[in-house]
C-alpha cells in the first residue's frame, strides 16, 4: 500500500502561492485573509494559529476577527464589512457558531468573489452547476490529491461517505465534474460496507474515528481520509481504521499528514486567486 503524503502535496502548493503572493505584491497588491472567529474554542484557536503561520511563510497576510458572543447579526455584519473591504481579498468563518446561529445563515453575507472556503450557499450552487467557483478548501482538497495520485476519475465507481456542505456534498459534486460515477451514503444508508467495498475511489468524511474498516474497502482501491478525530493523547487519528487501509487499499491518505495540510494550502491559493479577481481558485 502507498501513503499518499499530504505534507509534501502542500509543500509545492505553497511554494506556488509564495510566488503568486509576491508577484501580487510586486503589483501593488498584498493579498490579505481575514479570518473570523466567533468562539473561544481552543481546538478553533489552534487551527486559526496554523493558518496564520501557513500564511505568513507563503507570503500571505491574515487577519484575525475575534469575535465574543456574538450574534447572527453581529457576524453577518462582520462578514458583510469585510466583504465591501477592498484590502481585504479572501474571507473564511470559523466554527462552532454560537448556540442558535445557523452557518448559512451567516456565511451568506460572504461575497461569493472573496469566499476562499466555500461557505456562502451561492457558492454550493455555482460548483452544483458546474460554474467558476471557489470550493470548500477540504473538498477541494479531496480532488486535488487524487488528481496528484494520477487517479483515473472518469467513470470511476466512487463512494463519498458523509454529506455535508463543508465537505461530502462538494465533493461529490467535485467528481462529478470530473465524471465519476458517484454514490454518497450516510448515516441512514443500507448495507454500508457492501456500497463502500464496490468503490475504486473511497472518500470518508463522517467524523467518526475509525469508522471504516476493511469490510468497507476494495482490494486496490484509492481510500482518502478526511476524518481528524482527536485521540486521548492529545493526537489525531481519522475516519478510516490505518490497520485496515494498510492490508487492502492499493493507496490511502494518513491522518494526519493527509489532506489536512493541503486543505490550508488551498486555503492560500485560492486567497492569491481572489485577489487577481479570479472566479476559482482550483
Same mark, same amino acid.
Given at each position: 500500500?502507498?501513503?499518499i &503524503? ?9 511554494a506556488?502561492v509564495?510566488?503568486a503572493?509576491?508577484e501580487l ?11 473570523v ?5 481552543e481546538a478553533?484557536?489552534?487551527y486559526?494559529?496554523?493558518?496564520e $503561520?501557513?500564511?505568513?511563510k507563503a507570503?500571505?497576510s491574515? $487577519?484575525?476577527e ?18 465591501? &473591504?477592498?484590502?481585504?481579498?479572501g ?7 454560537p ?10 453575507? #460572504? ?6 472556503d ?15 467557483t ?23 465507481r466512487?463512494? =463519498?461517505?458523509?454529506?455535508s456542505?463543508?465537505?461530502?456534498k ?7 465534474n ?16 457492501e ?14 474515528a475509525h469508522?471504516v474498516g476493511?469490510e468497507? #474497502?476494495?482490494?486496490?482501491?484509492v =481510500?482518502?481520509?478526511v476524518?481528524?478525530n482527536p485521540t486521548? &493523547?492529545g493526537?489525531l487519528?481519522?475516519?478510516v481504521?490505518?490497520?485496515?487501509a ?10 494526519p499528514?493527509g ?9 492560500l491559493?485560492?486567497? =492569491?486567486?481572489?485577489?487577481r ?6
Amino acid at each position: 500500500m502507498k501513503l499518499i &503524503d499530504g505534507r509534501a502535496a502542500a509543500a509545492e502548493i505553497m511554494a506556488e502561492v509564495s510566488a503568486a503572493a509576491a508577484e501580487l505584491r510586486s503589483a501593488g497588491t498584498d493579498p490579505t485573509l481575514a479570518i473570523v472567529v466567533p468562539t473561544r474554542d481552543e481546538a478553533t484557536a489552534w487551527y486559526v494559529r496554523s493558518i496564520e $503561520r501557513a500564511a505568513a511563510k507563503a507570503g500571505v497576510s491574515s $487577519r484575525v476577527e475575534q469575535l465574543d458572543a456574538p450574534t447572527a447579526d453581529d457576524i453577518s455584519g462582520l462578514l458583510r464589512r469585510l466583504s465591501a &473591504d477592498p484590502s481585504v481579498h479572501g474571507i473564511i468563518c470559523q466554527t462552532p457558531l454560537p448556540d442558535g446561529v445557523r452557518l448559512d445563515e451567516v456565511t451568506g453575507h #460572504i461575497d461569493p468573489g472573496k469566499d476562499v472556503d466555500g461557505a456562502n450557499p451561492t457558492s454550493l450552487g455555482q460548483l452544483a452547476a458546474g460554474l467558476p467557483t471557489f470550493a470548500p478548501a477540504t473538498a477541494a482538497a479531496v480532488l486535488e490529491l487524487l488528481h496528484r495520485e494520477k487517479a483515473e476519475l472518469s467513470g470511476a465507481r466512487t463512494v =463519498v461517505v458523509g454529506r455535508s456542505t463543508v465537505v461530502g456534498k462538494p465533493a461529490a459534486l467535485l467528481l462529478l465534474n470530473e465524471h465519476a460515477t458517484v454514490t454518497v451514503c450516510h448515516s441512514r444508508t443500507a448495507a454500508l460496507p457492501e456500497v463502500c467495498a464496490d468503490a475504486d475511489i473511497l472518500v470518508v468524511a463522517v467524523g467518526r474515528a475509525h469508522f471504516v474498516g476493511a469490510e468497507h #474497502i476494495k482490494p486496490g482501491a484509492v =481510500v482518502i481520509d478526511v476524518g481528524t478525530n482527536p485521540t486521548a &493523547d492529545g493526537g489525531l487519528t481519522g475516519d478510516v481504521d490505518p490497520a485496515a487501509a494498510e492490508g487492502r487499499a492499493g493507496s490511502y491518505t494518513p491522518v494526519p499528514g493527509g489532506v489536512g495540510p493541503v486543505t490550508t494550502a488551498l486555503l492560500l491559493r485560492h486567497t =492569491v486567486a481572489a485577489a487577481r479577481g479570479e472566479a476559482s481558485g482550483s
